[in-house]
T-cell receptor, first 118, second 109 residues
Framework: GAVVSQHPSRVICKSGTSVKIECRSLDFQATTMFWYRQFPKQSLMLMATSNEGSKATYEQGVEKDKFLINHASLTLSTLTVTSAHPEDSSFYIC??????????????FGNGTRLTVT | RKEVEQDPGPFNVPEGATVAFNCTYSNSASQSFFWYRQDCRKEPKLLMSVYSSGNEDGRFTAQLNRASQYISLLIRDSKLSDSATYLCVVNLDLNQFYFGTGTSLTVIP
């Protein structure tokens, strides 16, 4: 079945550094991928929609200069958290839909990246 | 008004019980519907799609009521391993998905 792979699964970094998270669709092409953030005991919050070959669409309140998204190929989207601060510590998850034109295709989620900024 | 409303619970039920969750959605143009399960500190995983005629997968039954704009998930004979957060997801168009807040279920021995 469809698989979305996310890497790394866990990262600890120092405040002020940048962290890159990769999201790959392993056996299908994804022109669109989605990035979410989830704080403990809270709901998934959509951060941005990543579009292959074009700019990402960011949700209101998400800083595009802080959360850089690159979707350079049909199987890879990256999220870079620039100049990370402790308040950026969270669980970051990507997802993609197999079946570009089918409403019946569900979202498949990556395994998530737990970011801790010290 | 939120696109998707879901009772966050928590639902605490004994093993073997039947439990049902509902989600209501606001946009009648919504195209497809899904239930996901999310375990603590893990990503959501697809539990089942929800079809217009209703569908069943073992102990799980999903139903869609377009007239009243809600979807439901019924779990029969609850197991300890069913303890998780259950998310409803509504798809409005090909790239627009709306998530419920999740319903927390704990099955008690």
């Amino acid at each position: 079945g469809a698989v979305v792979s996310q890497h790394p699964s866990r990262v600890i970094c120092k405040s002020g550094t940048s962290v890159k998270i990769e999201c790959r669709s392993l056996d299908f092409q994804a022109t669109t991928m989605f990035w979410y953030r989830q704080f403990p005991k809270q709901s998934l919050m959509l951060m941005a929609t990543s579009n292959e070959g074009s700019k990402a669409t960011y949700e209101q309140g998400v800083e595009k200069d802080k959360f850089l998204i690159n979707h350079a190929s049909l199987t890879l989207s990256t999220l870079t958290v620039t100049s990370a601060h402790p308040e950026d510590s969270s669980f970051y998850i990507c997802s993609a839909r197999q079946g570009l034109s089918s409403y019946n295709s569900p979202l498949h989620f990556g395994n998530g990246t737990r970011l801790t900024v010290t | 008004r939120k696109e998707v409303e879901q009772d966050p619970g928590p639902f605490n039920v004994p093993e073997g019980a039947t439990v049902a969750f509902n989600c209501t959605y606001s946009n009648s143009a919504s195209q497809s519907f899904f239930w996901y399960r999310q375990d603590c500190r893990k990503e959501p995983k697809l539990l089942m799609s929800v079809y217009s005629s209703g569908n069943e997968d073992g102990r799980f039954t999903a139903q869609l009521n377009r007239a009243s704009q809600y979807i439901s998930l019924l779990i029969r004979d609850s197991k300890l391993s069913d303890s998780a957060t259950y998310l409803c997801v509504v798809n409005l168009d090909l790239n627009q998905f709306y998530f419920g807040t999740g319903t927390s279920l704990t099955v008690i021995p």
